[in-house]
């Protein structure tokens, strides 16, 4: 079994850090470009197999999916767990992590992963039900995040949220658009998850239930809620900035 990416960026992203789970590269014949170049140095360098097709054949491969010039084929990555996550939270004594309840567009788990490790996240935590999967279009969007930042899928995700907190002293803080405190409101150092639920729905009843905080964004426009990714970039620098005003202070 293998997963494929589409790509420049991803490609080379992946080939950076799990260059030995790469299987096999297709490339446009004929395509050259100075960006294309040093990637095909690198695959040829590492004895990786790069086959070049015509447009036709590379659109087959593709099945469908935007390929700019360039599939690899690569073997998946062990889904990670429980167990994964509290091997990361025994050696973090002041965690930061992300917890998408009922995300299921891979466009904005992508996105989400990109933001989290440009925020410094330690973990992104998913239930394994109602969950988008870590597709070749959400690490695409991810451009290169994927490689790097855990992703946990668990089984129960109340179950999981009860346990960082009593394990771990996590403060678990939910976001919710009637939340009466806002997000600039609030104190947000220290051992933190970051709740996000789903555009519309949101939270689901158990997940919001183990919150022990809910905050806002405040909004001054006529849109009443934003994208669930660029909501996401909003809260977790908001907690970097209190993190690194704390450690400057």
């Known amino acids: ?10 490609v080379k992203s992946f080939l950076d850090r799990t260059p030995e789970r790469v299987i096999e590269v297709y490339v446009l014949k004929g395509r050259e470009d100075k960006r294309l170049q040093p990637l095909l140095n690198d695959l040829h360098r590492l004895g990786i197999s790069v086959q070049f097709l015509n447009r036709q054949a590379l659109d087959n491969k593709a099945n469908g999916e935007v390929h700019n010039g360039i599939i690899a084929r690569v073997q998946p ?10 091997q990361i939270l025994a050696n973090k004594p ?22 989290a490790d440009a925020a410094g996240v330690d973990a992104v ?3 394994k039900d109602k969950s988008a999967q870590l597709t070749s279009i959400a690490r695409k969007v991810a451009c290169g995040a994927a490689e790097v930042i855990p992703l946990i899928r668990v089984t ?11 394990a771990h ?13 806002n997000l600039y409101q609030t104190k947000l150092t220290g051992a933190i998850a970051l709740v996000m639920g789903a555009e519309g729905d949101g939270m689901r009843r158990l997940t919001r239930e183990c919150c022990d905080q809910l905050v806002s964004i405040p909004m001054a426009g006529s849109v009443s809620s934003l994208n ?11 907690i970097v900035r209190q993190r690194t005003q704390t450690i400057n202070q």
């Open 77 to 86: 990555a062990k889904e990670l767990n429980e167990h994964d996550l509290e």
């Open 94 to 115: 002041s965690p930061l992590l992300l917890v998408l309840d009922g995300i299921t567009d891979p466009h904005n788990l992508g996105a989400c992963l990109r933001t």
């Open 1 to 10: 079994m293998s997963e494929q990416l589409y790509g420049i960026h991803a």
């Open 156 to 166: 129960n995700l109340a179950r999981t949220l009860r346990e960082i907190q009593q």
């Open 228 to 238: 669930v990714s660029v909501a996401t970039g909003v809260c977790l620098f908001e």
């Open 125 to 127: 935590i998913v239930p």
């Open 169 to 181: 002293n996590v403060w678990v803080v939910g976001t919710a658009g009637e939340a009466s405190e």
